[in-house]
């Protein structure tokens, strides 16, 4: 046991660390980059480690989505959507008279979050957690989805399937065709 949190292993600890750590970095990597294509893999980075935290819980088949949907699916969309797009024209240079303020302003507010949620975390009534396995585990969600739930499971399918054609008919012509 370590003297951390109760009843947490030393391991348990560190891949906790770990995978905050690295959501964390994703997540300025994601906001602070000047670059899309930067911030598109901060955002996978992010979502990567939010995984982590996923089966850290106990929970893979979230984190499994996490990493298919959102790594897999959406940052790949963006940098396709990066690559059909426009170049953008040079832009003006602009004098950072402002950016003191701004970047103040958000620090006050980034700091006045942290500060809520770290009272909330510490001083927050938490209940202790159920064993509640057969609930949440791949088979129960797959039985839920093909029995109760197939009809809106097949409908996202068909938006899905929809969605890819019309991303492929857009992008057909590449980047020449729109004019």
Do not use: N
């Not at 006045?112 to 770290?118: D, I, Y």
């Not at 129960?140 to 890819?164: D, N, Q, R, W, Y």
């Amino acid at each position: 046991m370590s003297a951390g949190f109760p009843g947490v292993t030393l391991w348990a600890e560190i891949i906790f660390v770990i995978s905050a750590l690295t959501m964390l970095a994703g997540a300025l990597v994601a906001v602070m980059a000047h670059r899309i294509i930067r911030s598109v893999c901060g955002l996978a980075l992010c979502c990567i480690g939010l995984a982590g935290l996923y089966a850290f819980l106990r929970s893979p088949f979230l984190a499994l989505m996490q990493i298919l949907i959102y790594v897999g699916a959406v940052c790949i969309t963006i940098v396709f959507a990066v690559m059909l797009a426009e170049p953008d024209e040079p832009a003006e240079p602009t004098s950072g008279h402002g950016e003191g303020v701004w970047l103040a302003c958000a620090l006050l507010v980034a700091a006045v979050v942290g500060w809520g949620l770290a009272t909330l975390v510490v001083k927050g009534p938490w209940a202790t957690p159920v064993e509640r396995v057969a609930e949440g585990s791949v088979k129960a969600i797959g039985i839920a989805l093909l029995t109760t739930h197939s009809l809106a499971f097949e409908v996202v399918s068909v938006v899905l399937l929809v969605a890819i054609v019309g991303a492929l008919a857009i992008a057909h012509g590449g980047r020449g065709a729109a004019r």
